[in-house]
């Protein structure tokens, strides 16, 4: 049983170029979230899809852009790339079919983008 | 973003001392997580507290959820050399929507050096 897969593991960008990272969820799960790791820093929410919709987006400005597929894999666009970028991108997976509120997050082992 | 303060940063131990961090935040959760995190890896969910005053065991492993519901701690007892990594305290609070809600807010972590 896979559990969460992101791709690429590494990704090296220039500043104002684009990116797009890619997740697939645990087997079962239909939820998928992003978070941004800095470097030294905790996780940050950037946003959560469901049902190829996006439920709710933490504080990152509209640069940052994703998309959930029918399969329930999910895409991060960041757009503009800036030098602050640079984090470990981290993709969690769920379940919303039972909604007990007790839902538990498992993450990816991340991408990591440079950005130079 | 707002973050939870967790302390200590970092702390080295010997071999089979015990361990005690904590979390405090200035607003209330409803559910305190905490997640174990090694390099290259994403977090691993440890212990998931959901009311307030909750004791829970995970092996050598037990976490509190405080009364006020705004603080919580970690407590690792007669700790390895297998235990090194950082450790991540996150809160949740219930959604307003029905749904779940998936944006947890993560301390900015303890770094635990054991010394065999």
């Known amino acids: 049983d896979a559990g969460v897969t992101q791709s690429p593991t590494h990704l090296i960008k220039t500043r104002g170029q684009q990116v797009t990272l890619r997740c697939s969820p645990k087997?079962?799960?239909?939820?998928v979230s992003w978070y941004q790791q800095a470097l030294g820093q905790g996780p940050q929410f950037i946003f959560q899809?469901?049902?190829?919709?996006?439920?709710q987006r933490g504080n990152f400005p509209d640069r940052f852009s994703g998309h959930q597929f029918p399969n329930y894999s999910s895409e991060l666009n960041v757009n503009a790339l800036l030098l602050g970028d640079s984090a470990l991108y981290l993709c969690?997976?769920?379940?919303?079919?039972?909604?007990?509120?007790?839902?538990?997050?498992?993450f990816g082992s991340g991408t990591q983008l440079s950005v130079l | 973003g707002q973050q939870l303060n967790q302390s200590p940063q970092s702390m080295f131990i010997q071999e089979g001392e015990d361990v005690s961090m904590n979390c405090t935040s200035s607003?209330?959760?409803?559910?305190w997580l905490w997640y174990k995190q090694e390099p290259g890896e994403g977090p691993v969910l440890l212990i998931a507290?959901?009311?307030?005053?909750e004791l829970t065991s995970n092996g050598r492993l037990t976490a509190q959820f405080g009364i006020t519901r705004k603080d919580s701690f970690l407590n690792i007892s007669a700790s390895i050399p297998s235990d090194v990594g950082i450790y991540f305290c996150a809160g949740r609070r219930d959604s307003n929507s029905g749904g779940s809600n998936y944006k947890l807010t993560f301390g900015k972590g303890t770094l635990l050096t054991v010394n065999p």
């Open positions: 087997s079962g799960h239909d939820t």
């Open positions: 899809y469901y049902e190829e919709e996006e439920r």
């Open positions: 507290l959901y009311k307030a005053g």
């Open positions: 607003s209330i959760f409803n559910t």
């Open positions: 969690a997976s769920s379940s919303e079919k039972v909604r007990t509120g007790r839902e538990k997050l498992f």
